[in-house]
């Protein structure tokens, strides 16, 4: 499972729309390691004033490498962190998690971030079993 859903907010979610607060604080309170990993790189994004900030950290355990991938293969997941924090969110290898502003989407280092060469360039005899 990858959220730990509380009797009250599987309540509201079954009478209607729940606010993203309420998602995200759900996603914050299930999966802290990815909660920790994507609110880090998205405070070097906006602390460097860049349009682009990455985490390269291989996670400690395979629980917390589920966690991160968990949170970064859902669309709702990271439709909210998104939304939350501002930013568009990419993901490579398991682990290797970016934030882009916005305004950078479409350009050239996201470009070469999402495409297929920049995948195979970012693999190593390590990453294979992630």
Request: with cysteine; net charge negative; charged share 25%.
């Amino acid at each position: 499972m990858s959220l730990n859903v509380s009797p009250d907010l599987l309540d509201l979610a079954e009478r209607g729309e729940v606010t993203d607060a309420e998602f995200v604080a759900c996603v914050r309170e299930s999966l802290p390691y990815a909660w920790e990993v994507v609110s880090s790189v998205m405070t070097d994004l906006r602390a460097d004033g860049a349009d682009f900030a990455d985490h390269e950290v291989p996670p400690p355990s395979e629980v917390e490498r589920g966690q991160l991938l968990r949170a970064l293969a859902s669309d709702a997941i990271r439709g909210g962190l998104e939304r939350h924090f501002g930013a568009k969110l990419a993901f490579q290898n398991c682990h290797r998690v970016a934030a882009f502003d916005f305004s950078a989407v479409g350009g050239e280092r996201y470009q070469r971030f999402v495409s297929p060469r920049g995948q195979l360039l970012n693999q190593s005899p390590e990453l294979r079993n992630c």
